[in-house]
């Protein structure tokens, strides 16, 4: 049973058998994003957990963890980008960089305005991917199709109205937020080539490996500089005098939580770093909108949140426009063999 379970994992983590589905890649993501975004929001509103630079450190651990086991344990992935030269290693300590850059960038600018802005800003990133394939890899010169332009202005409109709210911003906070829509679209576009590209071509789980272990020590250097372990302690301190029997209360709890967080960040790198390799970045920008409205229709649930009839229709908007988008890139797919004819003598 060990060895067929060895075997199965290795299956997967090799991209054999479902894992080549980039249809299936793609659902993964969206529901493993859905859910650590849930997971996340019980983690800081339940546990009282507010330290997101711990929070994130966790997430790159657990993706570095994660990454060991499939590689030293269960010897499913090898490493073959050697590294050898300078120039590859800078390439992958920026990479780092850029990840967790995005990261701070995002949590400065949404202090700075509000979240309904920070979400409709948020929602352009499809745009701004566009723009930047289009200046920097040669893409789009014919232009996007009114397809493809239709499909992404309903999702983009879609978010708008899901979220729509006080949009209380200044001009430093748009700045702001819209350099972290930039820096979202170049991660995407950055991933894309360092998996797929002309130059590195990493394994997913080999980039990750790279990458989250530096990302973690960038997160827990800046969580020691903005003062967050310090209050972490203070905040351990007051569990121990304070904690009952309330499940989120308990230590043991949060303990565990944050273990099976960590970890369900790992398989949400891996299987986003694996579609964004199949698909490009620009899908996974749309899977981000989609994803962001679907966060706040379960809110209400979860949450209690209260939807108004506008925001219904700007959640429905949204999976419309999603499910559009995904079906023109399933027909030129289809179409595709078709423009390769065979030659004749």
Request: hydrophobic share 50%.
């Amino acid at each position: 049973m060990r060895v067929s379970g060895l075997w199965s994992v290795k299956r997967l983590f090799r991209f054999e058998g479902i894992a080549e589905n980039p249809y299936a890649l793609v659902i993964f993501y969206f529901f493993l994003n859905l859910g650590l975004t849930i997971f996340n929001k019980v983690i800081l509103k339940f546990f009282n957990f507010n330290f997101p630079w711990l929070l994130t450190a966790i997430h790159s651990l657990g993706s570095y963890l994660g990454c060991i086991v499939i590689i030293k344990v269960v010897g499913a992935v090898t490493p073959e980008v050697p590294l050898n030269n300078r120039k590859d290693q800078i390439v992958v300590l920026l990479f780092s960089a850029l990840y967790t850059v995005n990261i701070a960038v995002s949590n400065i600018s949404l202090n700075m305005v509000s979240l309904a802005f920070h979400q409709i800003v948020r929602s352009t990133n499809p745009a701004v991917t566009i723009a930047l394939e289009r200046m920097f890899l040669g893409k789009w010169k014919d232009g996007v199709g009114y397809d493809i332009f239709s499909s992404l202005s309903m999702v983009i409109l879609g978010v708008g109205l899901a979220t729509l709210g006080d949009y209380e911003f200044t001009a430093s906070g748009f700045i702001a937020t819209f350099f972290g829509v930039i820096l979202s679209a170049i991660k995407g576009i950055a991933t894309n080539t360092l998996l797929a590209g002309n130059g590195l071509k990493f394994h997913p789980i080999e980039l990750l490996w790279r990458m989250s272990g530096l990302s973690c020590i960038q997160c827990l250097f800046i969580s020691i500089s903005t003062g967050e372990v310090a209050a972490f302690r203070a905040f351990l301190g007051n569990r121990d005098a304070t904690s009952g029997s309330s499940v989120y209360s308990n230590l043991h709890w949060l303990y565990l939580a944050l273990a099976m967080n960590g970890a369900m960040a790992f398989f949400l790198n891996y299987v986003s770093f694996s579609a964004n390799k199949k698909v490009g970045a620009l899908s996974i920008a749309v899977a981000g909108n989609v994803k962001q409205v679907m966060s706040l229709g379960l809110s209400v649930w979860i949450f209690g949140y209260v939807l108004s009839l506008v925001k219904g229709m700007g959640i429905l908007m949204t999976l419309v426009g999603g499910a559009w988008y995904s079906m023109i890139g399933v027909n030129k797919k289809k179409a595709a063999p078709s423009l390769v004819q065979p030659s004749r003598h």
